[in-house]
Nanobody, 126 residues
Framework: QLQLVESGGGLVQPGGSLRLSCAAS????????IGWFRQAPGKEREGFSC????????KYADSVKGRFTISRDTAKNTVYLQMNSLKPEDTAVYYC???????????????????WGQGTQVTVSS
């Protein structure tokens, strides 16, 4: 059974850091496009970072560029999201998604037959 499990969320003060993990089972992360998405209350789910299976190229939305870093550890079959300089507007439920094929940008929602994790809450507040 293919599964993604996010972890690492929590409460952090503005300017702080968190590292999220997206642990995969049933498939290998370096064969899939893996994306990070977030959804704040009352807002649509938005993609902000992704890593391609072949070559491992990465992409970031302007809102997180320079603050967030996506990476993967093939030995642990896990994709990470290092989040620095967190802002209150980063507060959301964070999800990871995986697909062999993505329609359009991997920052979008075009994950064909995609797998999604259950999400992890990130709250940035003083």
């Amino acid at each position: 059974q293919l599964q993604l499990v996010e972890s690492g969320g929590g409460l952090v003060q503005p300017g702080g850091s968190l590292r999220l993990s997206c642990a995969a089972s049933g498939f290998t992360v370096d064969h899939y496009v893996i994306g990070w998405f977030r959804q704040a209350p009352g807002k649509e789910r938005e993609g902000f970072s992704c890593i391609n299976g072949s070559g491992g190229s990465t992409k970031y939305a302007d809102s997180v560029k320079g603050r967030f870093t996506i990476s993967r550890d093939t030995a642990k079959n896990t994709v990470y999201l290092q989040m620095n300089s967190l802002k209150p507007e980063d507060t959301a439920v964070y999800y990871c998604a995986a697909s062999l094929s993505v329609v359009g940008s991997c920052l979008g929602l075009g994950y064909v037959d995609g797998y999604w994790g259950q999400g992890t809450q990130v709250t940035v507040s003083s």
